[in-house]
């Protein structure tokens, strides 16, 4: 699979990961070096940005092979017209070990149009590294 050539990455492109802010980088810079180059998200918030890079890209392989196996669906069905309107992060924070494993917390809005309906997702998503590899377990909710 090739990437589009992207200015500016899906996720917003930020050097700095966190507010959107810094030097902005261009696809390939960015979440592509995870999503085609194989290299390893450094922890989770990289890897939070980079799945939300392939949600956009509706890369299912890369999406699959970053969810924690006990969680991990056999398939993605991607929203037919999806068009990603931006991901804003809130909040990323080291959450100890468990189970001889690091885990993170990442929180974010992600913001996306589908068939002409804006929808705003704000969830609280669960990460564990696993043998140097950062995986996605699950998500709470915080939509009120
Ligand atoms: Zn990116």
Redesign the pocket.
Same mark, same amino acid.
């Given at each position: 699979m090739t990437l589009p050539a992207l200015n500016v !990455?899906? $996720?917003?492109?930020a050097s700095t990961a966190m507010k959107g802010k810094g030097v902005v @980088?261009a @696809?390939a810079d $960015? !979440?592509g070096r995870f999503i085609e180059q194989g290299q390893l998200p450094p922890d989770a918030l990289y890897l939070m940005?980079?799945r939300y890079?392939a949600f956009v890209l509706e890369n299912e392989a890369y999406l699959l092979r970053t969810w924690q196996a006990a969680f991990r669906p056999s398939s993605l069905a991607f929203e037919a017209g999806a068009k990603w309107l931006g991901l804003e992060i809130k909040d990323f924070v080291q959450t100890g070990v468990k189970e001889g494993h690091q885990t993170a917390e990442v929180e974010f809005v992600a913001r996306v149009r589908v068939a002409g309906k804006a929808n705003r997702l704000h969830e609280r998503s669960l990460f564990v590294c696993e043998e140097g590899q950062w995986q996605y377990t699950t998500a709470v909710n915080m939509a009120s």
């Open positions: !990455c899906p $996720c917003g492109g @980088l @696809l $960015c !979440c940005r980079s890079t």
